[in-house]
């Protein structure tokens, strides 16, 4: 984990801003997603016999990755990406927390790689469900570490408290976030499902009915769960931005509820499109609600990444202000290709023009930055491009160095 310290580096305020806008998008995609594999998983590994019902195990897995990239690029790369928003915004925190996060990555691409082998297990026919339970149960346990520390951030004593792993997980706002992303992992994913049975025209009623009653369960469940956590319970960082966003969440969940009851008794693939780009909003939302509580908690820390990171461009801009400019460099560069000391070359030798400037450095530094032709024996000198501060430098090193 040592590794990915030294990649962080401190951050500008307005670059943190950003990073905290990017983490709640990333937290949409990976949970949205993740809770789909999770659920899909579970289901494909349901006790089939008959020939039908294991032809529902390869729908199942094929709902979460039909594409054999898409489990990587829609959770593998997004978890990543929160990995390391998160370390950058724990930046010179030391803490147990940020060993967790990286075990429960490793623990979860594990999982991802057991749940391809248990696809392609599935696809070719095999009712042996030993990869399958495997990678649920790595995801289980990865998602709660997971969910428990991205939930603790939205707690402002959370940022400055080295917890155990035992303290992270099992607190109240760590277990009402994993029951919230249950609930919406089951009915989300039965919600995609009953989807994709009209859009490929499944005639199996008693599974669709199946199907949508689980979804109204558990999403009339994760109604009350949420009204409970977010407009009960007093939490500190609670703004107008987090109830309208919060009150336009229940709306949507009370629409969800209403699509999947009218929708309960006939396959119509329309009202199923609705259903299911609405279960995306309302999620979309219910993180976007709790985005006002991520800041407050987090504000504190990212005041205190941002100082670190102004201390050290301070630094930097007031090491370069004072480099000195070497005017012997720039002489032997730019001057002794036309000039000797006291020979002729391209221009005339400096033993005379020393003699021409003897007291007038000043001069000598206005001719070197504009020069004019002077002396018809010799052809004109050439703009060489110094800032004023070079031209000072190679006067002093020609004062010091012939002046004599």
Known sequence: MEFLNNLILPVSINNLNLLSYLFILGKIIFFAYSGVILVSTFYSISKRNNSSEINYNKEFTNLAAFNHLLPYGLSVLPFFAILLICFILMNNIQTEVKSYLFLSFLIYVFGIVLFSIHKQSVNKGSNESTWGNSSLIL??????VFSSITSGMEVRDNWFADKTLI?????????????????????????????????????DAAEFKSMNKTAIYCLGALLLVFNINFFSVNQIGYSSFSFVFGVAAVAS???????????????????SFWGFSNA??????????????????????????????????????????KVEIDGKEIYQAKCMACHKYDQKLVGPPHKDVMIKYAGKQEAMIQFILKPVKVDPAYPDMPQQGLTPAEAKAVVEFMYKEYGE
């Open 280 to 321: 995306i909003l309302f999620f979309a939302l219910i993180n976007i609600a709790n985005f006002s509580f991520f800041s407050y908690a987090s504000e504190k820390q990212v005041n205190k990444v941002a100082a670190a990171y102004d201390k050290i461009d301070a630094e930097y801009k007031l090491a370069h202000s």
């Open 253 to 271: 969940m009370i629409l969800q509820l209403v699509l999947l009851y009218i929708d309960g008794e006939k396959l119509n693939h329309n009202k």
């Open 139 to 144: 995801q289980f346990v990865a998602l709660v």
């Open 167 to 203: 303290q992270t997980i099992f607190n109240f706002n760590s277990i009402i976030d994993l029951l919230l992303f249950i609930l919406f992992s089951i009915s989300f994913t039965n919600i995609s499902f009953i989807y994709k049975m009209k859009e490929n025209k499944f005639e």
